[in-house]
């Protein structure tokens, strides 16, 4: 591979999948985002639940990251401009309409995905994780005030993400056909294992990060790429999903819902991280190496400062002189 460009996936949604898009731009074009397809709320719910395709809001989100980094700064405007007023129109995002109307026309949603990257121009690839929409269900205590304890069965991605309880765990079914395993994306799970690198999160972790692990195929192939793997962590806990979470805890939860993967490397934010030492033990029990440094936007808070994060991705793949080559590297 000397001299080619690092091979990057990255693994999530939202925000979250946003800002490492934004930060991985700086090291390589060779960008493919996998993207969760569980979302059930706002435009990308009503077109999901109207004309029975693929949640597009998260989708659009990855494809407005790629096209900013790219210099397509009217297309990522457009992409994420929503319609006011009280009318049909209004809530829905131009990018969620383009991309539904593609799925319903050409009938195939990775085609209608390379369509789009074409259309506006980004080098990266945007692929879902499921060539279907998809459901998420999630055990939480918390809800009964008379056993705290307890749990109950909650269901649908905004519910989850919203439930004033504790997630303890999620499972994810196929929305289309109730009680079946959810299939996953062929193209997401061939990019996973031609990968360099694979990075998972930032994002809502029991909603957007997590889902992806619960798929079988595309769990299989975490596990037995021979690319280097990245858990890039929260800036903060997120109210209702992982309210009170430590660090390392973020990393618990992982390794319980899918404890054959291994890591090389987790990134943190320093100021984020109370313990450091308990968050490096829980990174070298996953296999891998904590990687502490500033990567918060100074000025807005809870995100990521794309060229601070860029840069402590670079340390954590052992990219010397802010180069993207992969020649001379050693990869685990």
């Known amino acids: 591979m000397a001299g080619s460009e690092v091979r990057a996936v990255a693994l999530g949604g939202g925000h979250g999948l946003h800002a490492t898009l934004t930060a991985l731009r ?3 074009t060779e960008v493919t985002a996998v993207v969760t397809v569980a979302d059930d709320g706002g435009s990308s719910g009503r077109l999901r639940r109207e004309l029975d395709v693929l949640p597009p809001g998260d989708l659009r989100q990855a494809f407005a990251a790629l096209a900013a980094e790219d210099g397509g700064t009217l297309w990522a405007e457009v992409f994420q401009h929503r319609f006011g007023g009280d009318g049909a129109l209004a809530g829905h995002a131009v990018g969620n309409l383009l991309l539904a109307g593609l799925f319903e026309v050409l009938g195939d949603p990775v085609a209608a995905l390379d369509e ?51 997630v303890q765990r999620i499972t994810l079914h196929s929305a289309r056909q109730p009680g079946e ?16 690198v694979v990075f998972l999160g930032p994002g809502s972790w029991f909603t957007s990060v997590l889902p992806h692990l619960l798929v079988p195929e595309l769990h299989d192939a975490l596990v037995q790429t021979k690319a280097t793997k990245v858990v890039i962590l929260n800036l903060i806990p997120q109210p209702g999903e992982t309210a009170g979470f430590s ?10 819902h899918a404890p054959l993967l ?21 990174a070298a029990g996953l296999g891998g190496r904590a990687h502490l440094a500033v990567v918060a936007d100074p000025v807005v808070a ?10 402590c991705m670079r340390e954590a793949l052992g990219l010397t002189g802010g180069g993207n080559s992969m020649e001379g590297q050693q990869w685990r």
């Open 26 to 28: 700086r090291i390589t």
């Open 247 to 256: 660090p390392e805890q973020h990393l618990d939860v992982l390794f319980q």
């Open 116 to 166: 789009v990257s074409r259309l506006i121009g980004v080098s990266g690839r945007v692929l879902p994780m499921s060539p279907e929409p998809l459901e998420i269900e999630a055990e939480v205590s918390g809800l009964d005030s008379d056993d705290e304890t307890a749990t109950r069965r909650i269901r649908g991605q905004v519910a989850v993400a919203s439930t004033p309880g504790q």
């Open 181 to 196: 395993p959810p299939k996953a994306c062929r193209e997401a799970v061939e990019a996973v294992l031609g990968a360099d």
């Open 302 to 311: 809870g995100r990521h400062d794309p060229d601070a994060l860029a840069s």
């Open 262 to 282: 291994r890591v090389d490397a987790v990134i943190a934010d320093l100021e984020s991280v109370p313990a450091p030492a308990r968050l490096r033990r829980a």
